[in-house]
């Protein structure tokens, strides 16, 4: 199945138009803030004033500048004589261009779910359950949208298992699981990750409890003899006011009775049941009790336990055990966190015994996982479908980067065909055939460009300018007194902690293991006057920075989906914007299905 009308050709045309912006644009993402005053980066790729530069982004547009924008279309408004930037106009054109929302290669989040649902089929267990509470604005928007994803897929599958890779605390996890009643195996590398996740999802199960118990009241209240009356009345138009207020007290006190009960352990120390209090009239259970005495008939008291027979109180024992383990076992069955490395040649079925066809799902997984549960899902059998959001693309490997050296030859075990096949290292970038075969190099500091957020950068969210002005500066003072161009040691948040320029630098040098005294207060105070006024060149070139971080972004995201396309076993892949942007900047998502599942 084609992604949406879009084919392999047509998707590697586009590639093919941001790999030629890129190539000449790319110079400018890949240099490092840290060699900005070292090297006078500005000079170096820059051919106007950051005024300029900073004039265009506000708003200002030079007339003279805009004339030139079709002269210099071809080299995207880069000189071809320098190879400098000159025609700041026909730069940023050029980046919208070659942006993902202007190459129209993305699927709207509402589109993909008109697509798969069914529904006939379509259940959403548990949904009065609010699990914002649970989480932050951010994690709730991000995992809301991607549950239901993947909801959707697990029907369309017709399969009830979901694989959460790098499932961090669990908040998806605990989301499929309760919302939607799908055995989902969290796996996460972090053992404090996989406890913070048992817990969580304990606490929330026994809030679910609660609030399954006040729907289970309400329920029953409504069928109860003598509540037929507030639909009669409202069916008249005649005393709906008074049934409404009525059952609403009714409901208030239910409530009341639910929450005092929730699930606690069935017997105490010494074996004996515990007693539950007795209501007025004897009436032990909750929405009884919110019920007039001429609703029901009349019940006798419990017998206390002191009262009881041995025979009686082994066997309530034994019955309020028996309950407590099915419990245990069905709700553990459906989120069950674990420990574990995974790559792009584990063996699924040696961390999880039990699994059965599923679905893969990644959110945020960072740097090569979400590459590797991409290759994961074109290898393995039991998964049938995937939706992988990445991020962190600065920890990507490249399989082409110099400084990684040569690759052995290793073998990965692909159960759709008979035997091992022989491949290269598996890297995360690149994955498609496509870009494989031309060498492409991207670049860590481009990579790491590509998680700038240019959404909020555009409402005023601003960079950090002074940490990087600050760190700059430092790299001109390891240079002059230390004779150091790079430091083995990283620096570390020290701007955090530091009251201010002369006190960041003596912590830094402290980190660095160099000695402070070598330099004054008012030497190093002298530094940061004599290149203060060049902290607007800074600011610019991380402007233009930005603006190249959707065209990165997207490119790393075109291989992904390339590599999708090129597997015969793949019928529908599509890249979809699952979030808002401004509340979660890395939102695109990649949504695959395999060819044996039958076809939309």
Same mark, same amino acid.
């Given at each position: 199945?084609?992604?949406?009308?879009?084919?392999?050709?047509?998707?590697?045309?586009?590639?093919?138009?941001?790999?030629?912006?890129?190539?000449?644009?790319?110079?400018?993402?890949?240099?490092?803030?840290?060699?900005?005053?070292?090297?006078?980066?500005?000079?170096?790729?820059?051919?106007?004033?950051?005024?300029?530069?900073?004039?265009?982004?506000?708003?200002?547009?030079?007339?003279?500048?805009?004339?030139?924008?079709?002269?210099?279309?071809?080299?995207?408004?880069?000189?071809?004589?320098?190879?400098?930037?000159?025609?700041? &106009?026909?730069?940023?054109?050029?980046?919208?261009?070659?942006?993902?929302?202007?190459?129209?290669?993305?699927? @709207?989040?509402?589109?993909?779910?008109?697509?798969?649902?069914? *529904?006939?089929?379509?259940?959403?267990?548990?949904?009065?359950?609010?699990?914002?509470?649970?989480?932050?604005?951010?994690?709730?928007?991000?995992?809301?949208?991607?549950?239901?994803?993947?909801?959707?897929?697990?029907?369309?599958?017709?399969?009830?298992?979901?694989?959460?890779?790098?499932?961090?605390?669990?908040?998806?996890?605990?989301?499929?699981?309760?919302?939607?009643?799908?055995?989902?195996?969290?796996?996460? +590398?972090?053992? *404090?990750?996989?406890?913070?996740?048992?817990?969580? +999802?304990?606490?929330?199960?026994?809030?679910?409890?609660?609030?399954?118990?006040?729907?289970?009241?309400?329920?029953?209240?409504?069928?109860?003899? &003598?509540?037929?009356?507030?639909?009669?009345?409202?069916?008249?138009?005649?005393?709906?006011?008074?049934? *409404?207020?009525?059952? =609403?007290? %009714?409901?208030?006190?239910?409530?009341?009775?639910?929450?005092?009960?929730?699930?606690?352990?069935?017997?105490?120390?010494?074996?004996?049941?515990?007693?539950?209090?007795?209501?007025?009239?004897?009436?032990?259970? @909750?929405?009884?009790?919110?019920? =007039?005495?001429?609703?029901?008939?009349?019940?006798?008291?419990?017998?206390?336990?002191?009262?009881?027979?041995?025979?009686?109180?082994?066997?309530?024992?034994?019955?309020?055990?028996?309950?407590?383990?099915?419990?245990?076992?069905?709700?553990?069955?459906?989120?069950? @966190?674990?420990?574990?490395?995974?790559?792009?040649?584990?063996?699924?079925?040696?961390?999880?015994?039990?699994?059965?066809?599923?679905?893969?799902?990644?959110?945020?997984?960072?740097?090569?996982?979400?590459?590797?549960?991409?290759?994961?899902?074109?290898?393995?059998?039991?998964?049938?479908?995937?939706?992988?959001?990445?991020?962190?693309?600065?920890?990507?490997?490249?399989?082409?980067?110099?400084?990684?050296?040569?690759?052995?030859?290793?073998?990965?075990?692909?159960?759709?065909?008979?035997?091992?096949?022989?491949?290269?290292?598996?890297?995360?970038?690149?994955?498609?055939?496509?870009?494989?075969?031309?060498?492409?190099?991207?670049?860590?500091?481009?990579?790491?460009?590509?998680?700038?957020?240019?959404? !909020?950068?555009?409402?005023?969210?601003?960079?950090?300018?002074?940490?990087?002005?600050?760190?700059?500066?430092?790299?001109?003072?390891?240079?002059?007194?230390?004779?150091?161009?790079?430091?083995?040691?990283?620096?570390?948040?020290?701007? =955090?902690?530091?009251?201010?320029?002369?006190?960041?630098?003596?912590?830094?040098? !402290?980190?660095?293991?160099?000695?402070?005294?070598?330099?004054?207060?008012?030497?190093?105070?002298?530094?940061?006057?004599?290149?203060?006024?060049?902290?607007?060149?800074?600011?610019?070139?991380?402007?233009?920075?930005?603006?190249?971080?959707?065209?990165?972004?997207?490119?790393?995201?075109?291989?992904?989906?390339?590599?999708?396309?090129?597997?015969?076993?793949?019928?529908?892949?599509?890249?979809? %914007?699952?979030?808002?942007?401004?509340?979660? @900047?890395?939102?695109?998502?990649?949504?695959?299905?395999?060819?044996?599942?039958?076809?939309?």
């Amino acid at each position: 199945m084609e992604c949406f009308g879009l084919s392999l050709p047509a998707l590697r045309e586009k590639i093919d138009g941001v790999q030629r912006f890129l190539a000449i644009a790319l110079r400018i993402a890949n240099a490092h803030t840290v060699d900005f005053y070292t090297r006078n980066i500005w000079d170096e790729f820059i051919g106007l004033t950051p005024e300029d530069v900073l004039s265009q982004f506000n708003g200002n547009i030079n007339s003279h500048e805009t004339t030139q924008e079709g002269n210099m279309e071809n080299n995207f408004g880069f000189s071809h004589d320098s190879g400098k930037l000159v025609h700041i &106009g026909a730069f940023l054109k050029a980046a919208e261009t070659h942006s993902l929302p202007s190459l129209r290669v993305s699927v @709207p989040f509402e589109k993909l779910v008109e697509m798969f649902i069914d *529904t006939e089929r379509y259940t959403r267990w548990n949904a009065d359950l609010d699990t914002d509470e649970f989480m932050n604005c951010k994690k709730a928007h991000e995992v809301q949208a991607m549950s239901e994803v993947v909801a959707l897929l697990a029907q369309h599958c017709r399969v009830k298992q979901v694989i959460d890779v790098g499932s961090g605390k669990g908040y998806l996890s605990t989301h499929l699981s309760m919302l939607y009643e799908l055995q989902v195996f969290g796996i996460d +590398s972090s053992s *404090t990750n996989t406890h913070g996740a048992q817990e969580r +999802s304990r606490k929330l199960k026994r809030y679910s409890r609660v609030i399954q118990k006040l729907k289970k009241d309400a329920k029953e209240i409504e069928r109860l003899p &003598g509540t037929g009356k507030k639909k009669e009345h409202r069916e008249s138009g005649m005393g709906e006011c008074v049934a *409404t207020e009525k059952n =609403s007290t %009714q409901l208030q006190d239910t409530q009341l009775s639910a929450v005092a009960e929730v699930p606690v352990d069935v017997s105490n120390q010494l074996g004996e049941p515990v007693e539950c209090a007795v209501g007025e009239e004897g009436m032990t259970d @909750p929405f009884l009790s919110a019920l =007039s005495l001429n609703a029901v008939e009349p019940i006798s008291a419990r017998v206390p336990p002191s009262q009881l027979s041995k025979e009686e109180r082994e066997r309530r024992m034994k019955e309020n055990l028996e309950k407590k383990s099915c419990n245990r076992e069905s709700s553990s069955s459906l989120f069950l @966190p674990l420990t574990s490395y995974v790559t792009a040649e584990t063996e699924l079925r040696e961390v999880i015994p039990e699994l059965k066809d599923a679905v893969m799902v990644g959110l945020h997984t960072c740097g090569d996982l979400a590459s590797s549960t991409l290759h994961m899902f074109a290898s393995k059998r039991e998964l049938r479908a995937i939706c992988s959001v990445g991020c962190c693309y600065h920890l990507l490997s490249e399989e082409f980067d110099q400084k990684r050296g040569h690759h052995t030859p290793s073998l990965i075990k692909d159960q759709m065909q008979s035997s091992p096949v022989v491949v290269t290292e598996v890297c995360g970038f690149p994955m498609s055939q496509y870009l494989r075969d031309q060498n492409y190099f991207c670049g860590r500091n481009a990579r790491m460009s590509a998680c700038l957020a240019l959404e !909020r950068v555009t409402v005023g969210g601003g960079l950090p300018v002074e940490s990087l002005f600050y760190r700059a500066v430092l790299h001109v003072i390891l240079q002059d007194h230390f004779g150091a161009h790079k430091s083995e040691k990283r620096v570390g948040n020290v701007y =955090s902690k530091a009251s201010s320029f002369v006190d960041y630098i003596r912590r830094a040098l !402290r980190k660095l293991e160099l000695d402070e005294s070598k330099l004054s207060d008012g030497d190093i105070q002298e530094y940061h006057d004599q290149y203060k006024h060049r902290i607007c060149e800074m600011l610019a070139f991380n402007r233009l920075k930005v603006t190249l971080a959707p065209c990165i972004e997207g490119l790393i995201l075109l291989d992904r989906l390339c590599y999708l396309k090129e597997q015969e076993n793949v019928s529908f892949c599509a890249l979809v %914007q699952l979030f808002d942007p401004l509340k979660s @900047p890395r939102c695109y998502g990649l949504v695959a299905l395999k060819t044996d599942i039958k076809s939309l």
